[in-house]
């Protein structure tokens, strides 16, 4: 199972959505929602975030490689916080420990 990345919209000190995300074309969704709730073209938000456009549209789309600080500054610009939560259970790297 992968790692669950949890994106949390942060909105005048509220949570309003926590999405659980598996792959980089639900990342890409969930920064294109906030981009469509924020009333922001991919132009705007890419000159906010100082992200070319294609860059912005490859990762909405879930295709290309982006660095991680690419991914951080769409979503500082978004208010969106990143948090990666660990699944019940031990993890790839506990199993092969135990294995040993």
């Known amino acids: 199972m992968a790692p669950r990345i949890m994106l949390t919209n942060v909105s005048m000190g509220n949570i309003d959505r926590t999405d659980r995300i598996f792959t980089a074309r639900e990342l890409g969704t969930a920064i ?3 981009r ?3 009333n922001l073209t991919q132009v705007q938000l890419a000159e906010h975030a ?3 456009r ?3 549209q490859k990762i909405e789309a879930g295709r290309g490689t ?3 600080s ?3 500054r769409l979503l ?3 208010s969106l916080d990143l948090a990666v939560v ?3 259970g031990p993890g790839i790297i506990e199993k092969r420990r135990d294995q040993s």
Do not use: D, M
């Open 32 to 34: 294109k929602r906030a």
């Open 36 to 38: 469509g709730a924020r």
């Open 50 to 52: 100082n992200v070319s």
């Open 54 to 56: 294609g860059a912005l």
């Open 66 to 68: 982006v660095t991680l």
């Open 70 to 72: 690419t991914i951080l």
């Open 76 to 78: 500082r610009t978004l």
């Open 86 to 88: 660990s699944r019940a």
